[in-house]
């Protein structure tokens, strides 16, 4: 058949036996799913003629088949059937060799949390906020007194009038002007003009990883994925800018969109996996 002659054309040696069944089992399930167009071993699956949601379905089908769990992206890092099938008999080996060694009820949908980072009103760390909730209290304040000045020179640049008593008690942030952009290796200006957003997820990505025991270069150049989850609320921050530097549109409309949110901290930890804002 079709299958066997695609195999016929890959070369073999000694103990490559489970990769050989992995790549008839994908040969299978991509001409299945493909219906009918020609599938090879070393051809891309764009070459294949696979769209989305083909990629998709195959996707799903290898997880059933396999019973480990495969996203679309890893079809973008091993685009052909024979680095795909290399992959996965390296990860079922691995596996293999995890449950011998260790017999456990892990599957590979399992997720283990190894570190945590957090900022919130009253507390910048893990620590504080634990502290915050042994003692029952909570960090509903006032407007703090030091950041007034820099909320009327807000008001004053949208043409807004400022009114002291139209701030409310809140939970607010502490040293929300406070950023090392030169150890995250930015330009001072590029660091002046981005998202606040943009500054906190960074330094609470870089704790987390220090927490979980990564940090320094332990992780560069790895296979490792960023997920961000994020939700913009309001332009604020872009009128500012358009009202004051207009002129300086170009430093600041790259740096102020979400789907740069994740994509920074890869970057600057020169990670191999996807960058993913949701």
Same mark, same amino acid.
């Given at each position: 058949?079709a ?9 073999e040696?000694?103990?490559q036996?489970?990769?050989?069944e992995i #790549?008839?089992?994908l040969?299978?399930i991509f $001409?299945? &799913?493909?219906?009918g167009?020609k599938v ?7 070459d ?6 083909q ?5 799903e089908?290898?997880?059933q088949?396999?019973?480990? #769990?495969?996203?679309? $992206?890893?079809?973008f890092?091993y685009?052909s059937?024979?680095e795909?099938?290399? *992959? ?8 293999k060799?995890d449950?011998t060694?260790?017999?456990s009820? &892990?599957?590979?949908?399992?997720i ?10 009253g507390? $910048?760390?893990?620590?504080?906020f634990?502290n915050?909730?042994?003692k ?5 304040r006032?407007y703090?007194?030091?950041r ?6 807000? !008001?004053k640049s949208?043409?807004? #009038? ?6 409310v ?6 040293d ?5 952009? $030169?150890?995250?290796r930015?330009a ?7 998202d606040?957003?943009q500054? !906190?997820? !960074?330094?609470?990505a ?7 025991g ?5 992780m ?8 961000a989850?994020?939700?913009? &609320?309001g332009?604020?921050?872009e ?5 004051n530097y ?5 430093? *600041?409309?790259?740096?102020?969109l979400?789907? &740069? !949110?994740a ?12 960058a993913?804002?949701?």
């Open positions: 058949s299958i066997n002659e695609c195999l016929e054309s890959s070369p040696t000694s103990g036996t489970p990769i050989h #790549e008839t089992e040969l299978s $001409s299945d &799913v493909l219906n167009k090879h071993l070393a051809d891309s699956y764009f294949m003629g696979a769209n989305s949601l990629l998709s379905q195959i996707a089908r290898i997880e088949k396999f019973g480990r #769990e495969l996203a679309v $992206s890893d079809l890092t685009p059937i024979t795909l099938a290399a *992959y996965l008999s390296e990860s079922r080996a691995e596996i060799q449950v060694a260790k017999p009820h &892990v599957t590979p949908k399992d283990a949390i190894i570190g945590m980072s957090l900022n919130v009103p507390a $910048s760390t893990k620590s504080d634990w915050l909730l042994e029952g209290e909570h960090s509903i006032e703090p007194a030091s007034l000045k820099d909320a009327a020179d807000y !008001l949208i043409q807004s #009038e400022f009114n002291e008593n139209q701030f008690k809140g939970g607010y942030l502490d929300m002007d406070r950023f090392d952009y $030169s150890f995250f930015l001072p200006k590029t660091a002046q003009f981005m606040p957003n500054r !906190l997820f !960074l330094q609470s870089w704790h987390a990883i220090e927490d979980a990564y940090a320094g270069g332990s560069n150049g790895s296979r490792v994925g960023v997920y989850g994020y939700s913009k &609320v332009y604020d921050y009128r500012l800018l358009s009202a207009p002129e300086e549109l170009h430093q *600041y409309i790259v740096g102020n979400p789907s &740069v !949110l994509s920074r901290i890869a970057y600057f930890l020169n990670l191999k996996g996807p993913v804002t949701v």
